[in-house]
């Protein structure tokens, strides 16, 4: 009796002890196919069908980098529901766009410059037009067809200064002056001038929503010698011209948005000012900021101030825009048939 008893619980523990999970042999399979499965799985790219979903990414927060650069497409493969990713950048069709400067000449009756601003208006080409010497003719700009033009009335030196633009093309975002450079009364100087700012109209895009921001700016005359071009004279005008110039490069550091272009009348010769590259110059000046169109395409156009044969009125346009292929510059123009005694310089653009 007592023998089966034992006998009974050593075949209990013995059924206890007994291996109840899969079959070895499906154990042993498994583990071979997960081990031989990534050697046979097809990974190409071409096995993968996709369906996209973008999403935005913004590109390194700097001034020029207000609007996104790349998208980021995520894609959900119909096997596995497995997510990939891939980065493309973002194309925009180029559009061409006109940028003239044009000094009005206040001695000019208000019909002369009417019709100086209608004809340069109504050029196919022009798109965007920057003002010197337009305090008198404020109505005139205003009254342009198919354009709107942003004035300025703080006093003569700011009222002087304007810019125009195609209203089909551009709208208005925002407009500021900055005073650089104290005025010259006849008691102070021979040559005496108003104060000097420089004007900072950006504009949108309408098609794109990119904006296009210009800086428009007058020298004060009398600064460069015409006995020895390229030279400054030694007058405060060019004292003050210097400190103008030095502002405008500063100012230009800051300005917001994708496309910046500078604009106006220098009174400093563009030849001479290449060929001598005198101190506190303007292409010296701004040489980390900008280059003008005379740099990019030479200076063999006729001169925008016919009655000194120089070419004082010049458009710039910003370093890092050219560098990264955003602007850049297809041809420029000086246009004739105007009663101004400057030229209008055109320079016609590729923004990207």
């Known amino acids: 009796m007592v023998r089966r008893v034992l006998l009974g619980r050593r075949d209990d523990l013995r059924r206890r002890s007994r291996w109840t999970g899969p079959p070895p042999l499906l154990l042993v399979a498994t583990v071979l196919g997960l081990i031989v499965a990534p050697f046979v799985a097809d990974d190409g790219p071409a096995s993968v069908p996709q369906a996209s979903q973008a999403a935005a ?23 596995g529901g497995q ?12 559009i061409g766009v ?9 001695k000019l009756s208000p019909a002369e410059a009417a019709a100086d601003a209608r004809r340069l208006t109504s050029h196919p080409g022009v798109d965007v037009v920057a003002w010197q010497e337009a305090d008198p003719f404020r109505t005139v700009l205003h009254h342009l067809p198919g354009w ?45 001038f108003d104060n000097r700012y420089v004007a900072v109209v950006r504009l949108r895009h309408r098609d794109t929503g990119r904006v296009l921001t210009v800086l428009n700016t007058h020298l004060p005359q009398k600064i460069e010698d015409l006995g020895d071009p ?33 604009t106006g009348d220098f009174n400093f010769g563009a030849r001479a000012d290449a060929r001598g590259r005198p101190v506190g110059g303007p292409m ?16 063999g156009v006729g001169p925008t101030h016919p009655p000194t044969a120089r070419n004082i009125d010049y458009v710039w346009l910003e370093r890092t ?32």
């Open 83 to 94: 997510l990939g990713h891939r980065v493309a950048p973002v194309r925009l069709a180029p």
């Open 98 to 106: 006109g940028v003239a400067t044009m000094n009005m000449f206040r």
């Open 57 to 79: 990414i913004s590109a390194a927060q700097t001034s020029r980098s207000v609007e996104p650069r790349v998208i980021r497409s995520t894609t959900l493969a119909k096997q």
């Open 321 to 352: 825009g050219l560098r990264d292929h955003l602007i850049q510059v297809r041809a420029q123009r000086v246009l004739s048939g105007y009663h101004s005694d400057h030229r209008p310089l055109l320079a016609r653009l590729t923004l990207s």
């Open 284 to 299: 010296r000046t701004l040489r980390n900021r900008a280059e003008s169109t005379y740099q990019l395409l030479g200076t």
């Open 230 to 262: 390229g030279r400054w004279l030694s007058t405060i005008n060019a004292i003050r011209a210097r400190a103008q110039l030095d502002r405008l490069a500063d100012i230009w550091r800051t300005v917001p948005g994708r496309w910046v272009v500078g």
């Open 148 to 192: 709107t033009s942003k004035t300025f009335g703080a006093d003569q030196g700011a009222a002087e200064l304007a810019v125009s633009w195609r209203t089909s093309e551009f709208k208005l975002v925002t407009a500021r002056l900055h005073k650089v450079a104290l005025g010259l009364s006849w008691r102070e100087g021979r040559y005496p």
